[in-house]
């Protein structure tokens, strides 16, 4: 696949050649995995549950944990075109060869990626399809939970934490490849791990949609639960992604699980209980990280992070730390009351663009309803006091069609927001927007409103609309939607059974691809996806009744039986559960206790319970004023100025300039220089380059300049000793002390040398071409800018031009009057060569 790169959009992604990627000698190998994010690039690469099992993978001397990713439609269809197969990231290698290639399920509009990537590996769709030789095709993420609509596709699926299981099922493999097993011995084999779910050992049943074992003592699967997520290293120096990833930057893992109870969320029912990392765990990791990275930014995640117990203390020893180095702190979404006036404070410090609230309901009726466990004041005192902090766009989460929602509940949206927005204006904030985000409510397995029905496509458009001309009168206030053709397909799968692995077959074949896309998702697709295997958006989102069979229910996530249905009734009579970490138990059944134990400890080498850094949270009865914090001084200060030269060659070629500036800003930051910055909002690190090299293009002569708010003379600095920080094909020659001024020497002209194609009648053609542009007193070429077609005279930057051999061309380009892509240069005066059949190479700059 590599030899095709030049032929890709976004070439970078395919490359695998980032810094911190894991390569290893294929000979000492016993073991290969693919890990597959059913995604592109840029979403893949953010996804923490990938960082994780990579890392802990690579830790194994004897095994080889690669990624895969899906490839954009374009590159799909190059590979096709070519006859070539999707291959892994690092070494190249068809996902056929691999042993195992687990899938990253994280929501149901990716079951046709998983299709999509299987077939370009040339590897059968269907379990029961493939040979001896093909790789174990296993699952695992928070879509697992109810894993029938795809089931038939996978030989295995992980239900819960998959650290320690993907490390069994390595283990397990390893025997078999040595002890010479059949895959169906193996498959027998592999059903004693906890939380491996296998699914050709259930089979269908004539009726209801249940699932009958095949053995007696394989009835059901435990979800597998990580006690102490303490006791699992945690990635510190993952792969830096080329380009712009969603989510680019340090993840850092503060918790998992989450027991507030909102009787909505699939992720707060199957993930308890809370599990904290420790202040000093998470201290090492963030250094670690940072330091390993150069990330610029830290990012703390978990279900619930204003519940974190020592959320305080860690944002506290987290500042410290980050402001030293102009590293910024993110928060995902809040809730209400979550944050103390110091955090707000240390927060309205850093990069104040907005916070975002998710108050899921207008009404207070309706929040009691899903347990959302905020009551309107708190919700308007806690923005009253972010208003008052500087903050000038809040965003807040609703959801439409939730049980019991009456039209009440949908004018109580507007109400809020304009109650917020009373609030802003009162604290004079500038620039005011509030935004209102409505998705619509996807019933999930594993939740109290399990067996509820989802609103109809035409209801849920009616009340997007009726919003729509709510909030139409309002200046400062906007509404956005998710798109509710989306969230229907979403939920004919959240909660269908086996007959569905049909209507993803049939849609993958009419070009479904990357249906979690909106550009490339088509409603009308998947509607005849449905007719055509004879079912209904109705007969798969409507009402179940409490007694009717459930396709997940051998899935396990750790509840009690009647758990559920006690919030059900709880739901229904407005009643609120609150969360255990904090209060009593709520009887969940997820932790062990004597009289109690858990149905998911057979699933856990240890005692399940919530593992907390204290009993309460340090944000409890804090002072209400925010105590004074002191922001560094001297980031701005510039003490030296350096120029860094390097080559850009190898894979190299394929970076963007964005991407290069990215690159070398970690580069430096990991190397520990102290870069000094600019001001404002949001400071940058005062880097500067040359000439932008055109992708593709190699280079023997780049350089950056970057301002040090230290003195550093650059004679005391090695060029070597930044080679380890920078990937394959970016290699620093020499360091340049320059003075303090902005203004410094840039190139007037710039030698290029053009290696021809090998075919010897292209390669005088193209000699001849070049021989010839030197005669003219013009050539002019049309290209696209961002203003429109312009024309340019190409021979004004021909300044030298000679040929060094039969197939190599040098050219001496002239920049004093302007600059020019030299790709496009190259293609003005040979048109006729398909620029993938050249090489472009910046040989020196003259200053």
């Not at 089979?203 to 059901?220: C, F, H, I, M, N």
């Not at 200046?475 to 989306?486: A, C, I, R, Y």
């Not at 620029?835 to 200053?847: F, N, S």
Request: aromatic share 8%; proline share 6%.
């Amino acid at each position: 696949m590599k030899e095709l790169l030049s032929r890709f959009p976004r070439p970078t992604h395919y490359l695998g050649t980032e810094v911190n990627a894991v390569h290893k000698d294929p000979e000492r190998i016993s073991l290969r995995w693919g890990l597959a994010f059913p995604d592109l690039y840029e979403i893949g690469m953010s996804h923490l549950g990938l960082k994780i099992l990579y890392h802990l993978l690579n830790a194994e001397d004897h095994i080889q944990a690669e990624r895969v990713f899906a490839p954009h439609p374009d590159v799909g269809h190059e590979l096709r075109r070519q006859g070539a197969p999707l291959c892994t990231l690092e070494s190249d290698t068809p996902l056929s060869r691999l042993d195992i290639l687990g899938f990253s399920l994280t929501h149901e509009l990716c079951y046709t990626t998983v299709l999509y990537i299987l077939d370009l590996a040339g590897i059968p769709f269907r379990a029961d399809q493939r040979t001896e030789n093909a790789p174990l095709i296993v699952g695992g993420g928070g879509a697992t939970f109810n894993p029938e609509p795809v089931a038939r596709f996978f030989d295995c699926l992980v239900i819960g934490d998959g650290e320690e299981a993907v490390l069994d099922i390595s283990r397990l493999i390893l025997q078999a490849k040595e002890a010479g097993q059949t895959r169906q011995d193996l498959l027998y084999c592999l059903r004693e791990i906890p939380g491996l779910y296998l699914p050709s050992f259930f089979q269908e049943s004539k009726t209801g949609r249940a699932l009958v074992p095949v053995y007696p003592d394989y009835t059901r699967v435990e979800k597998r639960v990580l006690t102490d997520i303490n006791t699992v290293d945690y990635p510190t120096s993952p792969v830096l992604p080329f380009g712009k990833a969603v989510h680019d930057r340090f993840t850092l893992e503060v918790a998992r699980g989450c027991t507030r109870g909102c009787r909505f969320c699939q992720a707060g029912m199957t993930t308890r209980p809370v599990r904290e990392r420790t202040l000093s765990e998470l201290d090492r990791i963030t250094v670690n990280g940072l330091n390993q990275t150069g990330f610029e930014e830290l990012s703390f995640l978990a279900l619930s992070v204003g519940d974190f117990s020592s959320l305080e203390a860690l944002f506290d020893q987290s500042f410290t730390r980050c402001s030293q180095d102009q590293v910024a702190i993110s928060l995902p979404s809040l809730r209400v009351g979550s944050i103390s006036p110091h955090l707000m404070s240390l927060l309205s410090r850093l990069r104040r663009t907005g916070i975002t609230l998710a108050p899921e309901a207008g009404s207070q009726r309706l929040r009691d309803v899903i347990n959302k466990g905020i009551r309107e004041e708190d919700l308007l005192d806690h923005t009253e006091k972010l208003f008052a902090q500087g903050w000038n766009r809040v965003k807040l989460y609703f959801m439409i069609g939730l049980p019991t929602e009456t039209l009440e509940d949908l004018e109580a949206i507007v109400d809020l927001c304009l109650r917020v927005r009373s609030l802003a204006k009162k604290a004079k904030s500038k620039h005011l927007r509030i935004t209102a985000s409505i998705s619509p409510f996807v019933p999930k397995a594993h939740t109290p409103f399990q067996w509820d029905a989802q609103d109809r496509l035409s209801t849920s458009k009616d009340k997007i609309n009726y919003l729509r001309q709510l909030f139409a009168p309002h200046k400062g206030l906007e509404l956005q939607w998710h798109d509710p053709e989306m969230s229907l397909v979403e939920g004919v799968f959240s909660r269908g059974g086996r007959d569905l692995d049909r209507v993803v077959e049939w849609a993958y074949q009419q070009g479904e691809i990357l249906t979690g896309w909106k550009d490339f998702f088509g409603f009308q697709t998947w509607a005849e996806a449905l007719k055509q295997t004879g079912l209904t958006p109705e007969d798969l989102t409507g009402a179940s009744r409490l007694e009717d069979s459930l396709p997940w229910a051998h899935i396990r996530a750790g509840l009690a039986p009647g758990f559920l249905l006690k919030e059900r009734e709880l739901a229904e009579q407005g009643q609120a559960t609150l969360d255990c970490r904090y209060h009593s138990c709520s009887g969940c059944g997820v932790c062990d206790g004597e009289a109690s134990p858990s149905s998911a400890l057979k699933a856990a080498p240890q005692k399940i319970s919530p593992r907390l850094n204290q009993r309460q949270r340090d944000q409890e009865n804090k002072p209400g004023e925010p105590e004074p914090v002191k922001n560094r001084t001297g980031l701005q200060e510039k003490k030296s100025h350096l120029r860094f030269w390097f080559e850009k060659l190898g894979p190299a070629r394929y970076l963007s300039q964005l991407e290069l500036q990215s690159i070398l800003e970690r580069a430096f930051r990991r190397a520990g220089l102290p870069m000094a910055f600019s001001g404002g909002f949001h400071p940058l690190p005062l880097l500067s380059f040359g000439q932008a090299l055109p992708v593709g293009v190699l280079s023997l002569n780049e350089w950056c300049d970057l301002y040090l708010r230290e003195e550093v003379a650059g004679s005391h600095l090695q060029a070597e000793a930044f080679n380890r920080f920078s990937p394959d094909g970016i290699r620093f020659t020499r360091i340049e002390e320059l003075s303090l001024q902005r203004k410094q020497p840039r190139a007037r002209f710039e030698e290029f040398e053009i290696r021809l194609p090998a075919r010897s009648n292209q390669s005088n053609s193209a000699q001849e071409q070049w021989t010839g542009a030197m005669l003219l007193k013009s050539l002019i070429l049309e290209h696209e800018t961002k203003k429109g077609v312009k024309s340019v005279d190409v021979r004004g930057f021909l300044y030298e031009m000679r040929h060094v051999s039969s197939r190599k061309t040098r050219i001496l380009l002239d920049w004093r009057q302007g600059y020019l892509s030299p790709l496009k240069i190259v293609q003005a005066v040979t048109p006729e060569l398909d620029p993938t059949d050249l090489a472009l190479t910046k040989i020196r700059q003259i200053m």
